[in-house]
């Protein structure tokens, strides 16, 4: 079948090891970068009102330094650190997100429902409840205006209840796009497999209205993105940013979470 030879890498690599890849922190839209290792990272995003994260990796200290470290190296000032968005309720996710807040007054944005859930989580899962306070509660469809970043946030529940994804304009050497982040990529075990998929069709539509050309993902084995992110701290004038993928590119992307749905359903 005419471009179905090229599919998407979808397996993590073996998060439990001491040795995982850290991505050298990379800036590859104007206002965008990720920090991150080769499983799990997050996106600093420069705003007129200050410094957003989305998402904040793991609940632990060695995350902690990456995303320090990864401020100082995108000569960025880790006290003007203004939001941290929360796609949704799980540890790889909500991470230190309270240590930022308390050191550097950072305002945290979360659904009411997966704070509630991580506030309680349950046994099986590896992470520690979070104890600290949400600023701001998302809800579906609104606009966080962040000055010249304006970021729709759309509730698609699946993965988690109250997981929320996002489509972020950003530029390109001043050429406007905009990318999606699917909050909640996988189907876990107690995930709500048809929400699932009528989420991820809501927000295909959304995508396409938005004319999204460019995608991210907080976890970097389900596309490629270590290689990405090194194409783009080697790139040359007059080279493509691989990010920068086409409509057309973008909802190909995409087919790998409606195959997990029929992977799931079969």
């Given at each position: 079948?005419?471009?179905?030879?090229?599919?998407?890498?979808?397996?993590?690599?073996?998060?439990?090891?001491?040795?995982?890849?850290?991505?050298?922190?990379?800036?590859?839209?104007?206002?965008?970068?990720?920090?991150?290792?080769?499983?799990?990272?997050?996106?600093?995003?420069?705003?007129?009102k200050g410094i957003v994260l989305l998402d904040c990796m793991n609940p632990d200290e060695r995350c902690v330094e990456i995303i320090k470290n990864g401020f100082h190296d995108l000569a960025l000032d880790i006290h003007d650190l203004f939001a941290i968005i929360i796609s949704h309720g799980h540890g790889d996710h909500f991470g230190m997100a309270g240590y930022f807040k308390e050191k550097y007054g950072a305002m945290i944005y979360m659904s009411k429902t997966d704070y509630d859930f991580a506030r309680n989580l349950p046994e099986h899962f590896p992470w520690k409840p979070v104890t600290f306070e949400v600023d701001h509660y998302l809800d579906d469809g609104t606009v966080l205006d962040f000055g010249d970043v304006k970021i729709k946030s759309v509730h698609t529940p699946g993965h988690t209840a109250g997981c929320f994804s996002f489509i972020i304009p950003v530029t390109d050497e001043g050429r406007k796009h905009h990318v999606a982040l699917w909050g909640g990529s996988g189907i876990m075990p107690d995930s709500n497999k048809e929400d699932y998929y009528h989420s991820l069709v809501r927000f295909t539509k959304l995508c396409y209205e938005y004319k999204v050309d460019g995608e991210i993902s907080t976890h970097p084995c389900l596309d490629m993105g270590l290689q990405r992110y090194k194409m783009v701290r080697e790139i040359t004038d007059g080279m493509p940013n691989p990010f920068v993928l086409g409509e057309e590119g973008y909802h190909y992307y995409e087919r790998q979470f409606y195959d997990y749905v029929k992977e799931y359903w079969n």
């Open positions: 079948m005419a471009g179905s030879w090229r599919r998407p890498r979808t397996e993590k690599p073996d998060f439990h090891k001491q040795d995982l890849i850290i991505c050298p922190a990379t800036r590859f839209f104007d206002q965008m970068s990720f920090i991150g290792d080769e499983v799990v990272g997050c996106f600093v995003i420069e705003t007129e």
